[in-house]
């Protein structure tokens, strides 16, 4: 049977990934599910929008893919047993543990078994549903990662999509609002640069994990990527060994235009920007050049000094 091909966007959050995310969605045979990681809690419990605009429960596409998942799986549980096993399973701090085989069996134990095994399903009812040949998944986290990695029905292929420590802190001290709260105006949450030096260090450090596990795994710069946006893809894609030819076209448009294509799609959670329908201009961003104060400049440089001059950065 042929294995469901999922792209993962690893790395930490504000990475660019939803932007990433909105120019693979506008690729032939492609979709983009947003952060699937919060399916259970965002969108099953919490009924939060879907990117097309629907409270996920009146969305016209994942309710019959969850429904469908569990009806396989055969069990009936509540969300918050099922964010129990998730909780068990996927917890970032595990990560290092999972390295070891004998370790990563055993971690969650039974809740773990569970879930994983309504994972396999729940992707292999995404790629039914879908109709299309690649999921993407910008869940993000390598602990998330590791774990799909053990699907035996899925091929993962890790994009590791790395930003500037300084412009990710910058970002997370900025107000933005939650669309996808519909019943009351909701922001989220707001960082220290400290902080977000800390979590950034952390999550990219343990993404290099997924490059023993995944069947394929490319690093990529934010940078790079809205600098040269389809001819890295097609790099990557090449590299992920799937065929150009039935994406060269609009991989062309993208590298001429720099603009991303309309797309209604159905993310489940993630950045405010999936909700754009409508062609937005790829371009870097980075006020923090301008408004990050030196402080917090100097101490997230200093904090994630060693990995971010290895991806190339500098002062
Ligand atoms: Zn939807």
Request: glycine fraction near 6%; aromatic fraction near 10%; proline fraction near 6%.
């Amino acid at each position: 049977m042929e294995p469901v091909h999922v792209i993962y966007i690893a790395g930490y959050g504000r990475c660019g990934s939803t932007l990433m995310e909105n120019v693979l969605a506008g690729l032939p045979g492609m979709t983009a599910l947003g952060e699937v990681k919060y399916l259970w809690d965002r969108g099953c419990r919490q009924n939060l929008l879907c990117g097309c605009g629907q409270p996920f429960w009146q969305c016209d596409f994942w309710p019959g893919v969850v429904n469908d998942a569990l009806r396989k799986q055969g069990i009936h549980p509540s969300w918050e047993e099922i964010l129990a096993w998730q909780r068990a399973s996927d917890a970032i701090l595990m990560t290092p543990l999972r390295l070891w085989p004998a370790l990563d069996r055993r971690i969650g134990g039974q809740q773990c078994t569970r879930f994983t095994e309504l994972l396999g399903q729940l992707y292999a009812a995404l790629h039914t549903a879908s109709g299309r040949s690649i999921l993407v998944d910008s869940s993000k986290f390598p602990s998330y990662g590791l774990l799909l990695t053990r699907l035996p029905n899925v091929k993962l292929h890790v994009i590791h999509l790395v930003r500037d420590s300084r412009a990710v802190a910058y970002s997370w001290t900025r107000k933005k609002q939650r669309p996808e709260v519909h019943w009351e105006t909701a922001y989220m949450p707001r960082y220290p640069a400290v902080r977000t030096a800390a979590a950034w260090y952390l999550h990219n450090r343990l993404a290099h994990a997924l490059k023993h596990r995944a069947a394929n795994y490319r690093l990529l710069r934010y940078e790079a990527f809205v600098e040269n946006p389809g001819d890295v893809l097609q790099e990557v894609l090449e590299e992920f060994g799937f065929q150009s030819d039935p994406r060269r076209l609009e991989l062309e448009r993208l590298q001429a235009d720099r603009t991303t294509s309309p797309v209604r799609r159905h993310s489940v959670s993630g950045n405010p920007d999936r909700f754009r329908q409508s062609s937005t201009p790829i371009q870097l961003d980075a006020v923090w050049r301008r408004d990050l104060p030196l402080a917090a400049r100097c101490s997230v440089f200093l904090l994630t000094w060693p990995l971010l001059r290895s991806y190339g950065y500098r002062w």
